[in-house]
């Protein structure tokens, strides 16, 4: 179905009490994202899941791509991409319902728009926007502790200048460069090239260019980012945050691609 299409059918579904129950939704970007297992493919979910026809293609979420309003975020099951596209064309729906917010944080989006693009009402959308699933952002979500900043949703610590390397480099040499800041560093911090899951928490939806919360301090931001993570789509690729967009998509291993951007946990910071 279109994307308004499918926003359609979960109220009709509502309506209708379908398999008794009226609090269906179309998943936001982070539910919907939540079933990806990084360890598998076709489909990307975890072994031994009880889900019945996962088809291999582009499944809908409610969450609007703020770099172009017509279009939406979607995620690809075999492989696990998160990108976006036309809300006019045909993608897949696999509605959910519960309290996403015990677990997953909220998008950032908080505005709706139709399938042309324009700003509207939120009212009764069923969109991201109407709903904002998810824990709420702390009121002072980044704070800055010398050359660190602190992310108190996810007690994460970034550098704050985000180009450790001054240049694009290759997987492995992000790997040497975040060991090579472990050996210069004074102090007991257990930096890391992040996951994409810890680089994908930064992402405001609702944001674009780059696609990260109003007013944060970070300095230096490249485009795109790699994580720790490797693709077992194609296991020469790994996983990388293009900033941005927003998207999650793969660099080849061997290709000088990507920037760096050193993580580690607050706790090894002894932030207050």
């Known amino acids: 179905m279109m994307w308004a299409e499918a926003l359609d059918y979960v109220q009709d579904m509502n309506q209708n009490k ?5 609090d269906w939704r179309m998943p936001n970007r982070r539910e919907l994202r939540s079933l990806i297992s990084h360890q598998s493919k076709n489909p990307s979910l975890p072994n031994g899941h009880p889900f019945i026809n996962v088809f291999l293609g582009w499944y809908w979420t409610s969450t609007t791509a703020a770099i172009n309003t017509a279009y939406a975020w979607y995620i690809h099951m075999e492989g696990a991409r998160v990108f976006y596209g036309n809300k006019k064309q045909s993608c897949l729906l696999w509605p959910v319902r519960g309290e996403g917010n015990k677990v997953l944080s909220a998008t950032g989006q908080t505005q709706c728009y139709d399938a042309d693009g324009g700003l509207i009402s939120c009212g009764g959308s069923g969109q991201d926007g109407t709903l904002r699933s998810g824990t709420a952002w702390p009121a002072r979500r980044f704070e800055v502790v010398g050359d660190t900043v602190i992310d108190h949703l996810t007690s994460l610590g970034w550098l704050q200048s985000a180009n450790l ?5 290759t997987w492995r040499e992000a790997f040497s460069a975040v060991e090579q800041l472990n050996r210069g560093s004074e102090l007991a911090v257990n930096w890391r090239l992040p996951n994409i899951n810890e680089l994908e928490s930064l992402v405001d939806c609702s944001m674009h260019s780059p696609a990260l919360p109003a007013g944060h301090p970070f300095q230096e931001l490249q485009d795109e980012y790699w994580s720790s993570t490797t693709s077992m789509f ?3 690729w790994a996983w990388a945050l293009y900033v941005n967009k927003g998207a999650v998509g793969v660099g080849h291993k061997k290709d000088a691609l990507f920037s760096v951007w050193a993580v580690c946990d607050m706790l090894d910071i002894g932030a207050s």
Do not use: A, D, N
């Open 234 to 236: 194609e296991p020469e």
């Open 165 to 169: 390397t001054r240049e694009q480099v």
């Open 18 to 22: 379908i398999f008794g129950f009226s």
